[in-house]
Every structure is written in C-alpha cells, then in structure tokens.
C-alpha cells in the first residue's frame, strides 16, 4: 500500500477539541524527545490507554519530521506486537509496545519501558531502510522488526491510517517548526488554522498587488490541515514550465522564476458556498475530488511545488466557491473573525518570505 492510496479517514473529529482542552499531560521524555501531548480518551474500540500510546509513537514520528506513512508504518506495527499497549515482558526478554530485546541491542529493560524511547529506536532503525517510503507496509515493518510473522502487520494498515489521521489533526508541529504554536483547539465556529506558521506574505500587498492569499512559512512536511469541514471540489497538480508553456510537474520543487501555478493543491467547498485553497504541497494529497472533510482533516504535506522559492503553504478564501480571483477576500481577518487566527510576523521573529505564489 503506498502513501498515495493511504487516504486518511478521520475519526469522530467533533472529539477533537476535548482531546485538546484535557488538562491531564503524557510527558514524552524517551529517545531524545522533549515535548508532551495531551491525554487521550478513548476512540471507538480504542481504549484512552491505547489511544495515548499511539499519541505518543504519532508525536515522537512528527518530532523527527517522519513523513506520514512512516508514522502509519509504526503504529500499525505496534498494535500488532503489543496492541498499543507497554507490556511489561513478552516473548523471550522482549518489551513493550513494539516488544523490542534488550538482548537483540535495543536498550536496556528501563528505557524500553519507555514508549517514546522505543518510538524514538523503531523510527531510527526505519530510516536506515533503503526505500522504506515505497515499501509496503508489512515490509517496512519486518524490515525493522525482523518478526517470525512478517506478513502479520498489513492486517492493521487501515485502523493504523485511521488512527494517525485522527491523531496528526489533533497534535501540534514538531518540535523547532518555524513559529510553532500550542496545541490548537476547533474554534465555536468551527474552524482552526491550516498550519501553525507565521505569515512571511501577505494578501495583495504594495510589493505583491497579484498575491491572493497568504503564505505560512511552515517547514516541508509538517501537516496540513482542512480549515473547516467541507466537500474536496479540487485536487490537482498546476505548475507550468514559462519557457516553454510545458508541463513542469509536481514530482520535484518548483521555481520563483521557472514556473507559474499553485502545484500541488486542494479547494474544499464549505457550507455557505466560502472555499479554501491549500498550496504548494509536497508530494499527491490525501484526499480525493467528492470527499467529505472533516475540520482538522491532514490533507497533505507543506512543500515547494509550483511557483515557488521554498517550503510554505498559501492559504486562499474565497466568498462565492469560485476557482479564480472574482470572490477572493484576504484570509486574515476573515480566519480571525472565525476563531482561528493566522499568526502574524510580528508576533514571531519578522522575517523575509522566501516563498512565491
């Protein structure tokens, strides 16, 4: 199964704010992580203990800029070693979630004990993998595992996709992301910011008269979020070659001065026929034309496809579902307006966009 055909489908997202206004915190303190998360309640069949472990692997994934498979890879191999649970012992001397030996050179029984630190060493062996990223998930994680069942972790592949979507909408960035905020919460009306980023553009400005949107100068991979729930009414590749009117393509950055449009993007159409678009991603997004999306639902990974001098996303609103410029409006105000405000530069570091729309 590959990335592309992962579409996330997120669960029960209208829990998302409780999970993220819980005043319980898991310290993640393994394998070179620093940062907590909130605790979980349970989802579905999930209890609040599995739930929080899977946090913790999603987190841990996110803070080593994983990209989104590779953190699928380790939660579905998970629930097949110890169904998301820290088990004490297991076969032999192995250890919790991913039962890994001290006596194979994983780490001693105390740190193993530790769910981050053996997130932390499952991710770390992954990405010694070569072409982990195109493998099928079963091999990937045997890869790593080296299990006596190697075709026994693409059984959970689905659960595991719906369980990193669910969770990926509900943490924050990684770590050290460029104007990291805290953990976000669904505004009462029903919206959130697409990435957690300071504004590097603005919309139409003195310098840029033809720039309708505006640019979050978030780092390549971190996750994007839809805005506001909604219908996906676009998903396409737009990145054009000026020299020769050919087609650029969205498997390779693109340029500031070498290529025209949006590359990689999506449009979600929300009630009251307002649309949003999303940028410059960096590989295919998640979703598909007719799909159903939630608020908070991963769409895709920042990138620098199309017209573009580097990693951002340009956020657009538009008041009348159109595709062009006619009903745009300036994001700004309108996210503020909304509960979900756009971080502006002043608020972090001013600094240059380095980015193009």
């Known amino acids: 199964m590959e990335l592309r055909h992962a579409i996330v489908t997120v669960m029960a997202v209208l829990a998302l704010a409780y999970v993220l206004n819980q005043s ?6 393994g394998a070179g992580s620093t940062c907590t998360v909130p605790a979980a309640p349970g989802v579905g069949d999930w209890t609040a203990e599995q739930v929080t472990n899977a946090q913790i692997i999603v987190e841990v994934g996110r803070d080593r800029r994983i990209p989104p498979w590779g953190l699928v890879i380790a939660v579905a191999t998970a629930i097949q070693e110890s169904g998301l649970r820290n088990l004490p012992g297991g076969d032999r001397d192995s250890i919790g979630l991913f039962q890994q030996r001290p006596s194979q050179g ?16 499952f991710y770390a062996k992954l990405v010694t993998i070569d072409g982990w990223q195109r493998m099928p998930l079963t091999d990937a994680a045997q890869a790593v595992q080296i299990s006596a069942y190697p075709q026994a972790y693409a059984q959970h592949t689905d659960t595991a996709t719906r369980l990193v979507g669910y969770l990926a909408g509900t ?90 449009g949006c590359g990689w993007y999506v449009d979600i159409t ?19 034309v ?5 608020v908070g639902q991963p769409l895709g990974e920042v990138g620098s496809t199309g017209h573009s001098s580097g990693p951002h996303l340009h956020f657009e609103v538009h008041l009348t579902a159109d595709k062009i410029s006619t009903g745009i409006l300036d994001p700004i ?20 966009s380095a980015s193009e729309d």
Not at 179 to 203: D, E, K, N, Y
Not at 290 to 294: H, K, R, S, T, W
């Open 171 to 260: 943490l924050h960035p990684p770590t050290g992301t460029s104007g990291a905020l805290p953990c976000r919460a669904v505004s009462t009306m029903g919206w959130i910011q697409p990435v957690q980023a300071p504004i590097v553009s603005g919309f139409r400005t003195a310098e840029r008269p033809g720039h309708d949107g505006v640019d979050l100068g978030a780092a390549r991979h971190t996750l994007i979020v839809a805005a506001a729930a909604g219908t996906v009414s676009r998903v396409r590749c737009n990145a054009t070659d000026i020299r020769t009117g050919t087609d650029w393509g969205c498997h390779r950055d693109g340029s500031p001065t070498l290529t025209r």
């Open 270 to 288: 929300h009630p009251g026929n307002v649309m949003t678009r999303y940028c410059h991603m960096n590989s295919p997004p998640l979703v598909s």
């Open 333 to 352: 105000p309108w996210m503020a307006a909304h509960g979900a405000p756009l971080q502006q530069a002043g608020q972090h570091q001013k600094q240059q």
């Open 24 to 29: 319980g915190q898991t310290a993640l303190t």
């Open 106 to 121: 994983w780490g001693t029984p105390t740190q193993l004990s530790d769910p981050a630190y053996q997130a932390g060493m």
């Open 290 to 294: 007719g799909e159903q999306v939630a």
